[in-house]
T-cell receptor
């Protein structure tokens, strides 16, 4: 069974640009969550999508947005990039509505110059 | 104060040692408790998933949950150099559809 797949794995952007990250969940998983990981803050929840609907959102500015498609694949977008957005962005999927185990992808490492 | 507190380490132990990793939490609504292992430049990998208080064993790993004390532990027996990684505890209320993570403990197992 294939795991969670994230693309791209690495990317470099400059301040003010925007970026789109993609996540394909484990087959059959309908819930997709996004987390930001930085050395100082650890893993912080961005948002979760279930059946194309955003079910929960963390405390991030509106520059961070996401969506989920009918095949459960998800994208997140960060607009007007800031230096502080440099981080590992992790996508995770789980099988049941809200209490299933969470499985992570390997992440997309974003560097903002 | 953070909802989940975890000593960042680093923790260095010799091969074969028993390792104890711990987290405390303040939110009594947490019902599900997980331990993840994260190797450098990789995503977190689920190690243990528990719901109730008590112990759960899987090979060399034992997860322990004490809800009355709001304290969870992960024990690693016969530690190996391949166990060198960052260990993250995570918790879930079951209704918020998100996990709250500790900051992670970096473990180094030396030969």
């Amino acid at each position: 069974k294939a795991g969670v797949t994230q693309t791209p794995r690495y990317l470099i952007k400059t301040r003010g640009q925007q970026v789109t990250l993609s996540c394909s969940p484990i087959s059959g998983h309908r819930s997709v969550s996004w987390y930001q990981q930085t050395p100082g803050q650890g893993l912080q929840f961005l948002f979760e999508y279930f059946s194309e609907t955003q079910r929960n959102k963390g405390n991030f500015p509106g520059r961070f947005s996401g969506r989920q498609f009918s095949n459960s694949r998800s994208e997140m977008n960060v607009s007007t990039l800031e230096l502080g957005d440099s981080a590992l962005y992790l996508c995770a999927s789980r099988s049941s509505g809200g209490t299933g185990e969470l499985f992570f992808g390997e992440g997309s490492r974003l560097t903002v110059l | 104060q953070k909802e989940v507190e975890q000593d960042p380490g680093p923790l260095s132990v010799p091969e074969g040692a028993i390792v104890s990793l711990n987290c405390t939490y303040s939110n009594s609504a947490f019902q599900y408790f997980m331990w993840y292992r994260q190797y450098s430049r990789k995503g977190p990998e689920l190690l243990m998933y528990t719901y109730s208080s008590g112990n759960k064993e899987d090979g060399r790993f034992t997860a322990q949950v004490d809800k009355s004390s709001k304290y969870i532990s992960l024990f690693i027996r016969d530690s190996q150099p391949s166990d060198s990684a960052t260990y993250l505890c995570a918790m879930d209320t079951g209704t918020a559809s998100k996990l709250t993570f500790g900051t992670g403990t970096r473990l180094q197992v030396t030969l």
